[in-house]
């Protein structure tokens, strides 16, 4: 097994079967996990067996329940987009799962079906957005939590488009519905590497806790523009046999929508987490 960090976020596994693990490779996958927050396996045979025996490795995993499932294998969500659709899942900055009281621990995407050009997921990393801010408002910010929601994306609240190609996909809105908005820390301790990243996103995060959406808008668009300077970004390239394996809480990705008129699927395994650390509070 060999490792190679990379420029932005992340680093490419080489010389390893996904399909036969040896224990001491578990171990080190585990350890380039939590050093890296992201990593890219490439040149893999993986079936949907098999995705689910290395997902379950590092966790129980979650059943999605706003994504279409696989029809063999309900732990399995099917993220994608068909010829003639022009909306994307995941077609903007975020990270999954930061509307569970427990977020994900991360998720395991596997390339099935790929566009001849295009269809890149961009990674950022939240370490180095935390890192990257100033000491006085790291420590502001360390006093910070924020509520998170999915109601205003998978459920009756989210807003009516021209484009409704991606809401078309999505299931159980009375389920967004229904979940309580839970409020995490603003800056999180990471439970494996024990650094501290920032943890929010556009696409969940609605306001601090304490302060109005309104009040909370101008900090929190700063904090987004700060958390995807090119210097913190991997562009990874999808090629038949890749597979990545990214913390939800530790990066962003955005799916890039530049492959119209072509199909793209793509089958993800989510791993279930545990409560986040940040300040002295446990969320």
Do not use: C
């Not at 171990?27 to 927050?37: H, K, L, M, N, S």
């Not at 999505?170 to 908005?181: R, V, W």
Request: net charge negative; proline share 5%.
């Amino acid at each position: 097994m060999r490792v190679k960090a990379l420029q932005g976020v992340g680093a490419e596994v080489a010389e390893i079967d996904l399909n036969q693990l040896s224990g001491p490779e578990q171990v080190d996958i585990r350890a380039a996990f939590a050093e890296y927050g992201l990593l890219f396996f490439r040149d893999q045979d993986i079936d949907e067996q098999g995705h689910l025996r290395f997902s379950r490795l590092w966790g129980d995993i979650n059943v999605n329940r706003f994504f279409g499932a696989h029809p063999d294998y309900p732990e399995i969500a099917v993220v994608a987009k068909e010829p003639e659709q022009t909306g994307n899942i995941g077609g903007a900055w975020h990270t999954d799962h930061s509307y569970d009281k427990h977020p994900a621990l991360g998720s395991i995407l596997v390339a099935r079906q790929l566009p001849p050009l295009g269809g890149d997921t961009w990674f950022s990393s939240m370490y180095k957005a935390y890192e990257g801010l100033s000491t006085g408002l790291q420590e502001f910010l360390g006093s910070l939590r924020a509520v998170h929601s999915a109601k205003h994306v998978f459920g009756t609240q989210q807003p009516k488009r021209v484009d409704e190609t991606v809401e078309a996909r999505f299931h159980s809105q009375a389920a967004a519905d229904a979940l309580e908005d839970p409020v995490h820390p603003v800056v999180i301790t990471h439970p494996l590497s024990g650094r501290k990243a920032l943890y929010v996103n556009r696409a969940f995060t609605r306001r601090f806790e304490g302060w109005t959406e309104a009040e909370s808008a101008p900090l929190l668009e700063m904090l987004y523009a700060a958390a995807i300077q090119e210097a913190y970004i991997t562009h990874f390239h999808w090629l038949p046999g890749s597979v990545v394996f990214w913390d939800n809480r530790a990066t962003w990705h955005f799916a890039q929508n530049d492959y119209q008129g072509h199909r793209r699927i793509m089958h993800r395994t989510t791993i279930e987490g545990g409560p986040l650390q940040g300040s002295g509070l446990v969320s």
